[in-house]
């Protein structure tokens, strides 16, 4: 049975072999192509190293590379410092034995992080490994929507992204850049457990459901803690500019927090005020 840590090295390193063209490293096209990217036997030779061995590296077989090999590998397919340490993970995950049984406890949310939560008078929610929401403040109910219309299951921001009920949010400039976000946070959590249940799952039914999300995924595009800026369209107030962090947790890997903030003293903080404002009268009623 292939290890599921070498599957997942293999389907990163030819990502990233199709994302690099003949002209970017040097290489004369030359011919005929069928591929878009480099081919296995171009990359293999800047990285040094035989087509066959290289190969069996894609096809997620029993190989355990070097550090040394990994570095060539790293220089050769142009990997930046977030994607060279996830390379490195997987490669020595993919060492590892893989464990017969593998003990996954529930995500918890510290009761000192809930009661955070709920002093701050800005959106925050925090996020499981795989994206589920576990908890969230009124600001954020004001903001994103209250939680509770959903099912646990589908409290999820892969799913919501996708959710085919919110397609008009996909006309928004940023949507695709904010979905990459997600989707790389998603690799990063499956590098450190390729055979979660959740995480296969959520990944499975996008895949099914959605061309959009396959199209992206496919990219293997990954995300640690990560930060943007996001328009929101509030009927009641309008648009909304907000910056958006991400704050890791205790944990090994451990949820995040979601912070979002309006600028000091902007318009985009007025309206946000007001909008939690609003929400603040409707819940009292």
Known sequence: MTHPHA???????????NRLSPHDV???PGGRRKVTGLRREELALLAGLSTDYYQRMEQGREVRPSDDVLDALAGALALDDQERRHLFALARAARRPAPSEVRRGPELVPESTRRLLRVMDTPAVVLGRHLDLLDW?????ALLGDPVDYPPDRLNMLQLMFDDTRTGERSCP???????EYIGMMRTAVATDPAHPRATAIVGE????????RRLWARHDVRESVSGTKTFRAA????????WDTYPLPGSPGPVMLVFTAEPGS???DRLRLLGTLHASRRRR
């Not at 599957?7 to 072999?17: I, M, Q, T, V």
């Not at 940023?174 to 990459?180: F, G, K, N, T, Y």
């Not at 996008?206 to 999300?213: K, Y």
């Open 206 to 213: 996008l895949s099914i459901r959605s061309a959009e999300f």
């Open 267 to 269: 318009a985009d903080a």
């Open 174 to 180: 940023d949507w695709e850049r904010q979905a990459l």
């Open 236 to 243: 009641e107030v309008g648009d909304i500019d907000l910056h």
């Open 7 to 17: 599957r997942e090295l293999g389907s990163f390193l030819r990502a990233r072999r």
């Open 26 to 28: 040097g290489l004369e």
């Open 137 to 141: 403040n009124p600001m954020a109910e």
